[in-house]
T-cell receptor
């Protein structure tokens, strides 16, 4: 099973709202990722969690706040977003062990619209 | 740093035509190489991978060979179908004992197959 699930599938929020995106995997992967993808562009890395600890933050604005409650779950808390934050938000996971090729498995994404 | 260059397209072919999408890379270490496919409105699916020189990744009739001497990982398929219409991303990561890292993507190639 190589499934990563994400909820919700679609989200519309105002600039003063607080919402959360959720991601779950049951492949035993110990690395999880958030990417942002704008239309007709490749995904851009936002955050990496390794063994439930934040290991990479690609200078993402503080209105995005990641959380990794356990090895299977990854959240992205959103607050005071701007219209330019509208995008497809993708979660991914990978093994993290010696000899791994680190291929990442992606969820279907959450289509976020900020109004 | 690391980078991936691929033809952007759109690439338009007739059904049953031969497909090549070129991909070249630069990397600071020894990368693992991947092709991902993204259908409209969906997340990314891992299509194939290769982890060392001369490895050939293959899946669903697609193939790509890891060429270290030319730093290339071109995607090929002998006979494309309408259902292959999608955006294809070439990507790399550097496996290391230092922990997981994000994928470096090319800009993506939009493939359109006409019946």
């Amino acid at each position: 099973d190589t499934e990563v699930t994400q909820t919700p599938k679609h989200l519309v929020m105002g600039m003063t709202n607080k919402k959360s995106l959720k991601c779950e995997q049951h492949m035993g992967h110990r690395a999880m990722y958030w990417y942002k993808q704008k239309a007709k562009k490749p995904p851009e890395l936002m955050f990496v969690y390794s063994y439930e600890k934040l290991s990479i933050n690609e200078s993402v604005p503080s209105r995005f706040s990641p959380e990794c409650p356990n090895s299977s779950l990854l959240n992205l808390h959103l607050h005071a977003l701007q219209p330019e934050d509208s995008a497809l938000y993708l979660c991914a996971s990978s093994q993290e062990s010696s000899g791994s090729s680190y291929e990442q498995y992606f969820g279907p994404g959450t289509r976020l619209t900020v109004t | 740093g690391n980078s991936v260059t691929q033809m952007e397209g759109p690439v338009t072919l007739s059904e049953e035509a031969f497909l090549t999408i070129n991909c070249t890379y630069t990397a600071t270490g020894y990368p693992s190489l991947f092709w991902y496919v993204q259908y409209p409105g969906e997340g990314l699916q891992l299509l194939l991978k290769a982890t060392k020189a001369d490895d050939k990744g293959s899946n669903k009739g697609f193939e790509a060979t890891y060429r270290k001497e030319t730093t290339s990982f071109h995607l090929e398929k002998g006979s494309v179908q309408v259902s292959d219409s999608a955006v294809y991303f070439c990507a790399l990561t550097i496996p290391s004992g230092g922990g997981a890292d994000g994928l470096t993507f090319g800009k993506g190639t939009h493939l359109i197959i006409q019946p």
